[in-house]
């Protein structure tokens, strides 16, 4: 979805609505989430967020990516607390800020790897519970609508070809000019050795996406009741607006006449 300002934001909050977005990587879903939750004056909850912080201090402790139970034990000593920013969310992980150390690759890659556990899912999926649980929330993420938010009135499933999806991405990485280091031991950023091929992030897209369809808990897949948004051909308005469209409709479907 390439550059455009959101559309006019409605004034009115929604109460106590849960506007669930699930999709694979790089197809968007952070992004609309913002537009949305700021058109709506919802709060927009990034669950990738969360997962990329519990990676973080696993590779800071040096833990094998595959080793499901020390993974759980640390997870059974963490704290993620996320805070509204004007941008973004700022992440708080054990009560440090480490919003800007999560776009790491090798973060991203690493919450991929982490997400497959079960007992780190099903403490995953108790904290975004906590988090939502008065509602008036946009929550975007891999299983959102069905196995955290499965009573969500409003359910999207955001979509792109992986092609699509990679591009997207590469220039994501490319306008954040640099990726953080893992270690915040100076509170600057890292230089990457080299920067990202396209076909190297597609892929790891496409590992990515392995993992996320095929693990044994709680799948990516669409919920029945979500709303398929395909956005391979679109513009980020068009996204927009397609998704904000889609918000209202099933908003009025739910107004007591």
Do not use: C
């Not at 708080?92 to 991203?108: I, K």
């Not at 929550?139 to 069905?146: A, V």
């Amino acid at each position: 979805m390439s550059g455009a300002a959101s559309p006019i934001r409605s004034t009115e909050p929604v109460r106590n609505t849960i506007v669930a977005i699930d999709g694979p990587a790089g197809a968007g879903k952070s992004t609309l989430a913002r537009h949305l939750a700021r058109h709506f004056g919802l709060l927009n909850l990034e669950t990738g967020a969360m997962y990329r912080a519990f990676a973080l201090k696993a590779l800071r402790a040096a833990i094998p990516l595959d080793d499901g139970r020390a993974l759980e034990r640390l997870s059974a000593e963490t704290t993620i607390r996320l805070e509204p920013g004007e941008e973004e969310n700022r992440v708080l992980l054990d009560g440090e800020d480490v919003t800007g150390f999560l776009r790491n690759p090798a973060v991203t890659d690493a919450a991929s790897r982490v997400s497959i556990f079960p007992g780190v899912r099903a403490w995953m999926v108790g904290l975004q519970q906590k988090l939502g649980a008065r509602g008036g929330i946009v929550m975007e993420g891999r299983d959102i609508g069905t196995v955290v938010f499965p009573q969500a009135p409003v359910k999207i499933f955001l979509d792109a070809a992986p092609e699509v999806r990679s591009q997207r991405r590469f220039e994501q990485l490319g306008q954040s000019g640099r990726a953080h280091a893992i270690e915040p031991q100076t509170g600057a950023p890292g230089d990457r050795s080299s920067p990202l091929e396209r076909e190297e992030i597609l892929r790891e897209l496409h590992a990515r996406d392995e993992r996320d369809r095929n693990r044994a808990d709680s799948p990516l897949r669409p919920a029945p009741d979500a709303v398929l948004l395909d956005s391979t051909g679109m513009t980020l308005e068009e996204a927009v607006r397609a998704a904000i469209a889609i918000v209202a409709a099933k908003l009025a479907s739910l107004q007591p006449f």
